[in-house]
């Protein structure tokens, strides 16, 4: 497995899927720092990585950019297609794709990338098509375990 290019959801996966806002209606979210701590290091190995969301937030922009990532999509109702134009872009085959989601709309994804996975708390569909499934649930170390899948154990 060869995988050049890592895709996460957000919501669900980089996050626990709670949506937090204030009496001003701000909106907060919760990122967990070792699921941040393996994007960087996998960033510092050479592979590429992205986040694709169906739901805009400046936190998702500003914790992407702390961690390095360059490919930020949000507000996307057709993942696979962005997707398909990223891997185009990167001059990659789907072979080549780490993805990670928690429910239906991250299906085709699951289904089409060379390595697939999902935190234990996704959803059953997910969980069954997905090529691994951590043990840990969305926001709570899930994409660190995936990413230790793809890059070995870090530390």
Do not use: W
Not at 44 to 61: D, F, P, Q
Not at 84 to 106: C, E, R
């Amino acid at each position: 497995m060869e995988i050049k290019l890592i895709v996460l959801d957000v919501d669900g996966v980089l996050t626990d899927g709670s949506i937090y806002y204030d009496s001003e209606g701000r909106e907060y979210k919760r990122f967990n720092v070792k699921d941040g701590f393996a994007i960087k290091y996998a960033i510092s190995k050479g592979i590429e990585v992205a986040v694709i969301t169906g739901r805009t937030s400046s936190m998702v922009e500003k914790r992407c950019k702390e961690l390095g990532i360059k490919h930020i999509f949000q507000n996307i109702k057709d993942k696979e297609n962005v997707c398909d134009q990223l891997v185009k872009q990167l001059n990659i085959t789907y072979a080549n794709v780490a993805y990670m989601g928690d429910d239906i709309p991250d299906l085709p994804l699951i289904k089409k990338a060379g390595f697939s996975g999902a935190p234990i708390d996704a959803v059953k569909k997910i969980k069954k098509e997905a090529n691994f499934v951590s043990v840990y649930p969305g926001g709570k170390g899930a994409v660190r375990e995936f990413i230790e899948q793809i890059v070995g154990e870090i530390g």
